[in-house]
């Protein structure tokens, strides 16, 4: 018998702690900043040409994407992964075939 209320006293439940409050949630809609389709006038596009133009042809555009996406590269970071020899371009996968 005494065996037996050990193992009960052994499967008790331990007391409860008093219920936590969950956290105030905030609804906040990823619509909030939407900004509607609204129309824009067309440029003729021999001005549209010409303000390219002036502005530096695709090369500035070019430059001006590769600036916005790609993180500045650290010093010495090119000639680094450039192959050393000729043999280490193209053709460095295919082992010692010619």
Do not use: C
Request: net charge negative.
């Amino acid at each position: 018998m005494a065996l037996l209320l050990a193992t009960v006293g052994a499967h008790a439940e331990p007391q409860q702690a008093a219920p936590q409050t969950a956290p105030v949630l905030v609804y906040s809609s990823a619509f909030a900043s939407y900004k509607g389709y609204a129309d824009q006038p067309v440029t003729p596009w021999r001005e549209a040409n010409d303000t390219v133009g002036r502005i530096g042809g695709w090369r500035s555009y070019a430059k001006e994407a590769a600036q916005e996406t790609s993180p500045a590269a650290p010093a010495g970071a090119a000639s680094a992964s450039a192959p050393s020899s000729h043999d280490a371009g193209h053709g460095a996968h295919l082992g010692s075939r010619p």
